[in-house]
């Protein structure tokens, strides 16, 4: 049966710079009834081949007939861009529909494959993946590992305990407490230097906290183990949603301060599938296809308006 939800979703315009892309436009305590449907039956969108953008495939890749698709949801996943039908195997969320309809333009069989966050760049850098889908933020230091199109607005949320009774708009509300966030992700980096800075502001210092999934992070927040989350905005959100135990209490792009976060379907660099990729998404966009599958899953104000190769993404080092 369907999941019927009500998802407190964040605004996903760029952040103003006075302060400090704290606070993504718009209200995120708007509530926006959706259904969810997360029985393995998805009745997934999977448009026609289309023979011109399957053209600019390499020929050893479109002869091969396969298009192998990473997500880095092993565990409980991040619903509800990835995560477990209720059979408890069968992947499904955006990231995924995303991923098996660029397949579908390129005229190639999708093929999903769960695994860790680790395991997916591994599983990219070793070729085994064509494709990365699994809400990958386009960052200055990927990009010289790897190729990026993207498909998706980048907005974290800071979540915290129902009547917590804070609002995170600067690195000094979060002096002293336990924060948790994703190992080797751009939000750990983003508040690596939230922490840093508080540090340097003499402040009392940050506990920054790791768990291997968002299920153990929302009970180590529900029982006041940690004090904030450091997320994805989707994922947050959907976890207020579906509980009624935590709220988002801020925002902030995954890019940083200066800078709108976009997240991409990520490929090992130069190896030629890239301007297929975005191609596809591109007469993704242009049917309305994708317009279709973001609202699916709530997301439609996370929507872009054309497939951007390799654009500028979170800084090297903090300015």
């Known amino acids: 049966m369907p999941l019927v939800v009500a998802l407190s979703l964040t605004a996903c315009a760029a952040p ?83 991923a098996v309809a660029i397949a579908g333009i390129l005229g190639l069989e999708p093929v999903l494959e769960n695994t860790s966050w680790e395991n997916l760049f591994i599983g990219l850098d070793s070729g085994r993946f064509d494709l990365g889908a699994s809400n990958i933020t386009v960052t200055e230091e990927r990009k010289l590992k790897y190729d990026f199109v993207t498909y998706r607005l980048d907005n974290l949320a800071w979540l915290a305990k129902k009547g917590a009774g804070v609002t995170i708009t600067e690195p000094a509300d979060i ?97 030629g599938l890239i301007e297929a990729y975005a191609a596809a998404l591109d007469k993704l966009i242009e049917s309305g296809d994708y317009a279709k599958i973001l609202q699916r899953w709530n997301l439609t104000n996370e929507a872009v308006d054309k497939a951007e190769v390799n654009p500028p993404g979170l800084p090297l080092e903090a300015k």
Request: aromatic fraction near 4%.
């Open 175 to 271: 002096a002293g407490k336990k924060v948790a966030v994703g190992s080797g992700t751009n939000q750990e980096k983003i508040l690596v230097e939230w922490a840093e800075e508080v540090k340097r502001a003499g402040l009392p210092e940050v506990e920054i906290k790791y768990y291997q999934t968002n299920q153990a992070t929302f009970l180590a927040l529900g029982s006041g183990q940690i004090d904030l989350y450091l997320g994805p905005s989707p994922a947050a959100a959907y976890q207020v949603a579906t509980t009624g135990t935590s709220e988002i209490v801020g925002t902030y792009s995954g890019a940083g301060a200066d800078l709108q976060g976009k997240i991409a379907l990520t490929t090992k660099k130069d190896n």
């Open 16 to 98: 103003e710079e006075e302060n400090r892309g704290a606070a993504a436009a718009g209200d995120p305590s708007a509530v926006a009834a959706v259904s969810i449907n997360d029985s393995p039956d998805q009745n997934r969108i999977i448009p026609a081949k289309d023979d011109t953008v399957a053209a600019l495939l390499p020929p050893e890749k479109a002869t091969a007939g396969k298009l192998v698709i990473g997500v880095g949801a092993a565990g409980a996943g991040f619903p509800p861009l990835a995560f477990a039908a209720t059979d408890n195997k069968t992947l499904i969320g955006n990231e995924p529909d995303v």
